[in-house]
């Protein structure tokens, strides 16, 4: 069983930027996709990026593209979230998620983080 655990989470003004990480702890970890997703309050669990176990390949919803950057290093068996020209609807709690092949689906991603919350002020 891999476990993660996410930080970066804060309050910053609109236009800033936050950095999240997610470090995972287990022998599969590093042979993982691993996947960001966002919940926002009164909504549903949207995914926002996801990154090969290599680092290779990665993919992000429309909604981030150009703003937010997914990266690992698996020497550490960390993946962040690069989060720039942040925005007050990029407001919620953003969860890692690790799977062989989770893709854009939540339900194909075994191992799950707590969260961490990101607030945007307008």
């Known amino acids: 069983q891999v476990q993660l655990a996410e930080s970066g989470g804060g309050l910053v003004q609109a236009g800033g930027s936050l950095r999240l990480s997610c470090t995972a702890s287990?022998?599969?970890?590093?042979?993982?996709?691993m996947g960001w997703f966002r919940q926002a309050p009164g909504k549903e669990r949207e995914f926002v990026a996801v990154i090969s176990w290599s680092g290779n390949s990665q993919d992000y919803a429309d909604s981030v593209k150009g703003r937010f950057t997914i990266s690992r290093d698996n020497a550490k068996n960390t993946v962040y979230l690069q989060m720039n020209s942040l925005e007050p609807e990029d407001t919620a709690v953003y969860y890692c998620?690790?799977?062989?092949?989770?893709?854009?689906?939540?339900?194909?991603?075994?191992?799950w983080g707590q969260g961490t919350r990101g607030t945007i002020s307008s």
């Open positions: 998620a690790g799977g062989f092949h989770g893709g854009d689906r939540a339900r194909r991603y075994e191992s």
């Open positions: 287990g022998r599969t970890a590093s042979s993982y996709q």
